[in-house]
């Protein structure tokens, strides 16, 4: 059996920091899933002139403030995507791939998805629709497939991909896709429908400049491989309001045991907001273990 973590972590954004000091400082076991390189987003602001005790400081010095003190606390970030979150019991079960991780409560934090989901994506998952390669390419040997890449990290993952199935379109929303496959076809427009029946049999693409409507291909399955995910994809129950989570002052999602901060809680999305969200986060977290501890479920699932 998996070890038990007292919380999991996903997002390693400002609030995502927060939530990780503040767990630490609290002696929970945790695990803190994310990049290394933390918050893209941070590193690419131009200033920041709103966090207290750092006066006008581009986002690159705000990141390496951050990493110097995740560095001093000795705190490890797991560099895995988590791609499904499942309840079991009392705990939740975190995938990335075939690897999992129990955790008896959650914090999400990983911010706002850059790509929008694309109408039937949600719809399809687990009746066609995939987003995790590893996982499920085995069942699309020698049959036409659909790929819907969102970052160049991830081609290693088209790859695979492309070693079992017959025929692969690909999509991609980035600049530089330079994969070459006997296989591989790169498409010029983009995906704008899932559709199928039971199952995915198509995928219909944006019309282009001088279609009447965009084409329509033939597909057994979607893998769509990004760097984050809905809420709702991840974690299937979670109330969403207005594209966010919703969540209460104390961050409590409409889930037991389950948290949201930062970004993907809704505006505004300010580092300061975040960072104090991630710390609210967890001592609604350090409540939740007391009250089932003194109840005697923590452990039941």
Known sequence: MAELYDLAIVGTGPAGISAALTAKARNLNFIWFGSKDLSAKVEKAQLVSNYPGLFQVTGSELKDAFFGQIEKEQISITEK??????KMGKNYALFSGQESWMAKTLILCMGTAPSTTISGEEKFLGRGVSYCATCDGRLYKDKTIAVICTTPRLEEE?????????????????????????NLELRKSYPAEIIGENLVNAIVERKLPGQERG???AVDGV??????????SLLKGLEMEDNHIKADRMQQTNLEGVYAAGDCSGRPYQYAKAVGEGNVAVHSAVEYLHEEKKNGEADIF
Do not use: H, M, W
Not at 81 to 86: A, K, L, T, V, W
Not at 158 to 182: H, N, W
């Open 81 to 86: 995507s988590i791609n499904q979150i499942f």
């Open 223 to 232: 893998f769509c491989l990004k760097d984050s995910y809905s809420p709702v």
């Open 158 to 182: 088209i790859e695979f991909l492309a070693d079992l199935a017959g025929k692969v379109y690909v999509y991609v929303t980035y600049k530089g896709f330079s994969l070459t496959r006997d």
């Open 215 to 217: 084409e329509i291909l």
